[in-house]
């Protein structure tokens, strides 16, 4: 299920520099992020991937439904964003989520993956801090801070 030892796409430079931008985005707001990596998409549309596996994370469990997945399939080229119901409508509705993910692809194109992977976070962080600012009630670390790799 998961990638051999170094097999995914990136080094542990590169590992640790995402999941500071993951941690520093979860640490001013209430929302989870989380990112799962794998080499192939087993559905035609990397939506119905993606919500697969916020299920599967079990990331619909979170208290305010302000969960947020970015999924990528590497070799498949294949991306999406899945946000819970709570982010999905107070960031904006489909528009904010058509405009993140057109501007991921365009930077994995123009520079790389990681250096996109970081940019969508910080685009992500922006609602996240705005609708879910963090404060001392609600500021628990519901999901992990790592990366998930699949297949």
Same mark, same amino acid.
């Given at each position: 299920?998961? =990638?051999?030892?170094? $097999?995914?796409? =990136?080094?542990?430079?590169? %590992? &640790?520099?995402?999941?500071?931008?993951?941690?520093?985005?979860?640490?001013?707001?209430? #929302?989870?992020?989380?990112? =799962?990596?794998?080499? /192939? #998409? *087993?559905?035609? /549309?990397?939506?119905?991937?993606?919500?697969?596996?916020?299920?599967?994370?079990?990331? $619909?469990?979170?208290?305010?439904?302000?969960?947020?997945? %970015?999924?990528?399939?590497?070799?498949?080229?294949?991306?999406?964003?899945?946000?819970?119901? &709570?982010?999905?409508?107070?960031?904006?509705?489909?528009? =904010?989520?058509?405009?993140?993910?057109?501007?991921? +692809?365009?930077? +994995?194109?123009? %520079?790389?993956?990681?250096?996109?992977? *970081? @940019? #969508?976070?910080?685009?992500?962080? +922006?609602?996240? $801090? @705005?609708?879910?600012?963090? /404060?001392?009630?609600?500021?628990?670390?519901?999901?992990? /801070?790592? %990366? *998930?790799?699949? @297949?």
């Amino acid at each position: 299920m998961f =990638f051999k030892k170094k $097999q995914h796409p =990136f080094n542990k430079s590169e %590992i &640790a520099l995402i999941e500071t931008h993951l941690k520093k985005a979860e640490l001013t707001s209430s #929302c989870e992020l989380r990112i =799962f990596i794998e080499r /192939d #998409c *087993v559905f035609d /549309d990397a939506i119905d991937r993606a919500k697969e596996i916020f299920k599967e994370l079990q990331m $619909q469990a979170t208290q305010e439904r302000n969960a947020l997945l %970015i999924y990528v399939a590497t070799d498949a080229k294949k991306f999406a964003i899945f946000g819970d119901e &709570a982010i999905y409508e107070k960031a904006g509705g489909a528009s =904010f989520w058509e405009a993140a993910a057109a501007s991921f +692809v365009n930077d +994995v194109k123009s %520079i790389d993956l990681t250096h996109a992977l *970081v @940019k #969508c976070i910080d685009t992500l962080s +922006v609602p996240m $801090q @705005k609708y879910f600012p963090a /404060d001392a009630l609600r500021n628990d670390n519901e999901l992990a /801070d790592e %990366i *998930v790799f699949g @297949k």
